[in-house]
């Protein structure tokens, strides 16, 4: 599951801003996709974005079956630029780590024409390929097959494949809405609560 985390994160081609070069991750100033959780996992996904996508929240609610344990997952992801912030509804914490590749794009001083390259460019490093175009909910899809396959749409992954050690996840999108209202709200942090790095919590 960490795994198809990056992968998805790497296909959502996220970035940061730049005072001389503003990014740009989608065409599209705010838009939402949500999506259906099939296989081990099995669950909802709804994404939001603002600013074309610099900044942007994910919200999952899902289960998932592995060897006989099921683990279920209510969480939050907010991405605002470098940083990258998570929280469920148990947790009292907010936490709080960097986004590798927003700081691997403002190293490289990439500006927003830049994106499909760069893209590309990561998804090629993970062993993946174009082999075709397919249709996917009325839109023209790049596919990458790889260690599964990935159906992509102007930045967007609108589905995804991946088998691992047993383990099938595949994640469809159902709806996509973009050039929307999306209220600034979504992208504050909840009220109320702490925020710790990942790396205090090597300190306990």
Not at 107 to 113: A, C, F
Not at 126 to 135: C, L, R, V
Request: aromatic share 10%; net charge neutral; hydrophobic share 35%.
């Amino acid at each position: 599951m960490k795994r198809l985390c990056i992968l998805l994160l790497v296909f959502g081609v996220v970035g940061i801003t730049n005072a001389q070069k503003p990014f740009k991750k989608y065409p599209f100033k705010t838009g939402m996709v949500e999506y259906v959780m099939e296989g081990s996992a099995k669950g909802k996904q709804v994404i939001y974005w603002d600013e074309y996508g610099y900044k942007e929240l994910t919200v999952e609610n899902s289960e998932m079956k592995v060897f006989g344990q099921t683990t279920t997952t209510n969480k939050s992801t907010l991405t605002i630029g470098s940083k990258i912030y998570e929280w469920s509804d148990v947790d009292e914490l907010v936490y709080e780590t960097n986004n590798p590749i927003a700081v691997s794009w403002s190293q490289e001083g990439l500006d927003e024409i830049d994106v499909e390259a760069y893209s590309v460019k990561m998804i090629e490093a993970m062993g993946f390929e174009k082999t075709g175009i397919d249709m996917m909910l009325g839109k023209n899809c790049d596919v990458y097959k790889g260690m599964g396959k990935i159906w992509v749409w102007k930045g967007l992954s609108l589905k995804t494949e991946v088998s691992m050690m047993g383990v099938r996840s595949v994640i469809t999108a159902t709806n996509v809405k973009t050039n929307i209202n999306v209220p600034k709200s979504l992208f504050e942090l909840p009220a109320r609560r702490e925020i710790s790095t990942y790396e205090n919590l090597e300190k306990y």
